[in-house]
């Protein structure tokens, strides 16, 4: 079992930056491509970033490409999700996700493993 923590969610101005920390316990990550989604009120979760398990191959949805960067440090079991250039858009519960696969999935179906969620607020 893996259990996922995040962190750093909060209230930040259009414009701003927030950077999502996702720590794991129970098993290593550096096993697992980690995902992260997020969930507005009254939306489908959606996928937002995946990461390889090394942290050389990244994906990212268009609605935050150039803006959002994932990123892991594999001794620490954390993975991270820095968020630049932040629109009301995107705000939404924010979840990161673990699975062990070779390929970076972007349906939240097919993550194993999921954290409790961090709460990212854009005000306009």
């Known amino acids: 079992q893996v259990q996922l923590v995040e962190s750093g969610g909060g209230l930040v101005q259009a414009g701003g930056s927030l950077r999502l920390s996702c720590t794991a316990s129970?098993?290593?990550?550096?096993?697992?491509?980690m995902g992260w989604f997020r969930q507005a009120p009254g939306k489908e979760r959606e996928f937002v970033a995946a990461?390889?398990?090394?942290?050389?191959?990244?994906l990212y949805a268009d609605a935050v490409k150039g803006r959002f960067t994932a990123s892991r440090d594999n001794a620490k079991n954390t993975v991270y999700l820095q968020m630049n250039t932040l629109k009301p858009e995107d705000t939404a519960v924010y979840y990161c996700a673990a699975v062990r696969r070779f390929s970076l999935p972007k349906v939240w179906s097919e993550y194993d493993y999921w954290g409790q969620g961090t709460q990212v607020t854009v005000s306009s």
């Open positions: 990461i390889s398990v090394s942290g050389g191959r990244f």
């Open positions: 129970g098993r290593a990550l550096s096993a697992y491509v």
